[in-house]
């Protein structure tokens, strides 16, 4: 049954129903999921995860269905959402690399801009101690309650560098905290920027009895999955029910989504509604994931749209809709802003948008090892021990090595352009082969065009090439600005 979702969804086209003149400095809550597959959400017809609370976020808002992850894996995802940019070009090449500080960041943008900016859950971009050059308050949070990696229940965090332990179930524990946030910005009439990252339902699986529930005819195994998927709704539930209590809904843009695909391998958990490939690929189960956007003062009515989107689109988003502008305007971006297609008058893409998944192999960050020292330290009054080994340079000097011979780019690459996607896949012997789908017509991938469509190969090749040129010069620093005094 996901397997037709996935195919009736590839024909969708965006609603052409205006939304009206957007409210000024809206209030923003970014939401990402850890690992959730496109169809591990109800309102897509699957029947396995109970998801009441995004199911009527889908039933009132803007439901985006062709909307992809930056990258196959968290960290680059997450690194694209603050700086609308492809994570290649600052070097956040796999899972556990880092922010650097030389990005601009939407909460920077927000904050000089006279809005109050947290981050609540997973980070997974850097050093969450106090004085990181990359913690969450050297990018532009002022408050902050993170973690390294994913987490589950009764974690340690870091609240602005010290660690606390913090008793509840994982995601409700981020809403929690983002709660409290947004009553002190209230108080203080100031808009906001809320940025939650849960850390479910990334493996292991530790749902609790209240959220496994619903999923008692299951295997123990499924239950704990799917009982972290029910963990996220219901803690979006009570983040829905705080807004509207606070009178402050309608006024306040929620944008849910994932970092990536479900699990990646034969024994990964979750679905990816029908589509190739898993977490990990950059097929459309690697990189398209479930979103939505609630804002009831923009949106209505509740709409649908198959217009390409991704979460390089983000901060475009988010500083047009503040009126706030990119303040490097200079600096290359690879996404655009999503404001048309909110008022309902994009009905395409204007811009192609380019994936990298350049090899690099991931950095283990292990949240609970990591904040249990630091808690340790702390208490016992010792100098923590170091957070993470220095992060590694070989892969962006491989890549600009590459780059500057003019030798061809190892990683498997793709490009969408309106309902096409090109993936660019070299070999060992340093051969690459193309594979060419139509998106619409077949968003499972399934049928290869390249063959047939030799002209159109061409055509796309050469623009995403181009693309990765100018990807590896952000890379190399052409245009970095000076690395800022915070």
Same mark, same amino acid.
């Given at each position: 049954?996901?397997?037709?979702?996935?195919?009736?969804?590839?024909?969708?086209?965006?609603?052409?129903?205006?939304?009206?003149?957007?409210?000024?400095?809206?209030?923003?809550?970014?939401?990402?999921?850890?690992?959730?597959?496109?169809?591990?959400?109800?309102?897509?017809?699957?029947?396995?995860?109970?998801?009441?609370?995004?199911?009527?976020?889908?039933?009132?808002?803007?439901?985006?269905?062709?909307?992809?992850?930056?990258?196959?894996?968290?960290?680059?995802?997450?690194?694209?959402?603050?700086?609308?940019?492809?994570?290649?070009?600052?070097?956040?090449?796999?899972?556990?690399?880092?922010?650097?500080?030389?990005?601009?960041?939407?909460?920077?943008?927000?904050?000089?801009?006279?809005?109050?900016?947290?981050?609540?859950?997973?980070?997974?971009?850097?050093?969450?101690?106090?004085?990181?050059?990359?913690?969450?308050?050297?990018?532009?949070?002022?408050?902050?309650?993170?973690?390294?990696?994913?987490?589950?229940?009764?974690?340690?965090?870091?609240?602005?560098?010290?660690?606390?332990?913090?008793?509840?179930?994982?995601?409700?524990?981020?809403?929690?905290?983002?709660?409290?946030?947004?009553?002190?910005?209230?108080?203080?009439?100031?808009?906001?920027?809320?940025?939650?990252?849960?850390?479910?339902?990334?493996?292991?699986?530790?749902?609790?009895?209240?959220?496994?529930?619903?999923?008692?005819?299951?295997?123990?195994?499924?239950?704990?999955?799917?009982?972290?998927?029910?963990?996220?709704?219901?803690?979006?539930?009570?983040?829905?029910?705080?807004?509207?209590?606070?009178?402050?809904?309608?006024?306040?843009?929620?944008?849910?989504?994932?970092?990536?695909?479900?699990?990646?391998?034969?024994?990964?958990?979750?679905?990816?509604?029908?589509?190739?490939?898993?977490?990990?690929?950059?097929?459309?189960?690697?990189?398209?994931?479930?979103?939505?956007?609630?804002?009831?003062?923009?949106?209505?009515?509740?709409?649908?749209?198959?217009?390409?989107?991704?979460?390089?689109?983000?901060? /475009? !988003?988010?500083?047009?809709?503040?009126?706030? +502008?990119?303040? *490097?305007? #200079?600096?290359? @971006?690879? &996404?655009? =802003?999503?404001?048309?297609?909110?008022?309902?008058?994009?009905?395409?893409?204007?811009?192609?948008?380019?994936?990298?998944?350049?090899?690099?192999?991931?950095?283990?960050?292990?949240?609970?090892?990591?904040?249990?020292?630091?808690?340790?330290?702390?208490?016992?009054?010792?100098?923590?021990?170091?957070?993470?080994?220095?992060? /590694? !340079?070989?892969?962006?000097?491989?890549?600009? +090595?590459?780059? *500057?011979? #003019?030798?061809? @780019?190892? &990683?498997? =690459?793709?490009?969408?352009?309106?309902?096409?996607?090109?993936?660019?896949?070299?070999?060992?012997?340093?051969?690459?082969?193309?594979?060419?789908?139509?998106?619409?017509?077949?968003?499972?991938?399934?049928?290869?065009?390249?063959?047939?469509?030799?002209?159109?190969?061409?055509?796309?090749?050469?623009?995403?090439?181009?693309?990765?040129?100018?990807?590896?010069?952000?890379?190399?620093?052409?245009?970095?600005?000076?690395?800022?005094?915070?």
């Amino acid at each position: 049954m996901i397997r037709s979702i996935a195919v009736v969804l590839g024909v969708l086209g965006a609603s052409t129903a205006r939304a009206g003149d957007l409210p000024e400095r809206p209030n923003v809550i970014l939401c990402m999921a850890d690992d959730q597959g496109f169809g591990d959400v109800g309102y897509y017809g699957n029947p396995t995860p109970k998801t009441p609370n995004l199911d009527a976020m889908a039933a009132s808002g803007l439901r985006l269905d062709r909307f992809h992850a930056a990258a196959p894996v968290c960290s680059p995802t997450r690194g694209s959402v603050l700086t609308g940019r492809h994570p290649n070009r600052f070097g956040c090449f796999s899972w556990g690399y880092e922010l650097r500080p030389e990005e601009v960041t939407v909460a920077e943008a927000l904050r000089s801009a006279g809005y109050a900016t947290g981050h609540f859950g997973k980070w997974h971009l850097g050093s969450v101690r106090e004085g990181g050059a990359n913690n969450p308050g050297a990018s532009g949070f002022e408050t902050w309650l993170s973690t390294p990696n994913f987490y589950d229940n009764d974690p340690i965090l870091s609240r602005e560098g010290t660690a606390v332990p913090v008793e509840g179930e994982g995601s409700m524990v981020a809403v929690d905290a983002a709660i409290e946030f947004i009553d002190g910005a209230v108080e203080e009439d100031r808009p906001f920027l809320a940025v939650i990252w849960f850390g479910s339902p990334h493996n292991p699986h530790q749902a609790t009895e209240e959220t496994r529930e619903p999923y008692g005819d299951l295997s123990p195994r499924l239950r704990h999955y799917y009982g972290e998927v029910t963990g996220i709704d219901r803690a979006m539930g009570r983040l829905r029910e705080a807004l509207r209590d606070r009178g402050i809904a309608e006024d306040t843009v929620v944008w849910y989504t994932s970092d990536n695909g479900p699990q990646g391998g034969s024994g990964g958990l979750g679905s990816a509604g029908g589509l190739k490939g898993r977490k990990g690929t950059v097929y459309e189960g690697g990189l398209r994931v479930p979103t939505l956007i609630e804002w009831p003062a923009a949106i209505p009515e509740p709409r649908a749209s198959a217009v390409t989107g991704g979460t390089v689109d983000i901060l /475009p !988003t988010v500083l047009e809709l503040a009126g706030v +502008e990119y303040p *490097e305007p #200079g600096r290359p @971006l690879d &996404g655009i =802003s999503l404001v048309p297609l909110i008022e309902g008058t994009m009905t395409e893409r204007p811009k192609p948008m380019g994936f990298w998944d350049y090899p690099a192999p991931g950095r283990r960050t292990p949240s609970a090892e990591i904040m249990a020292a630091l808690l340790g330290a702390q208490r016992s009054g010792k100098a923590p021990p170091r957070e993470l080994p220095p992060e /590694p !340079t070989g892969p962006a000097s491989r890549l600009i +090595e590459a780059f *500057e011979a #003019g030798e061809e @780019l190892p &990683g498997h =690459s793709a490009w969408i352009d309106g309902r096409y996607k090109l993936h660019r896949i070299p070999g060992k012997g340093g051969e690459v082969s193309f594979e060419l789908y139509d998106l619409e017509a077949d968003p499972g991938e399934v049928v290869d065009l390249a063959d047939s469509q030799p002209d159109r190969v061409a055509e796309l090749a050469e623009a995403l090439v181009d693309w990765q040129g100018s990807v590896a010069r952000s890379l190399r620093g052409d245009d970095d600005r000076e690395a800022p005094d915070r």
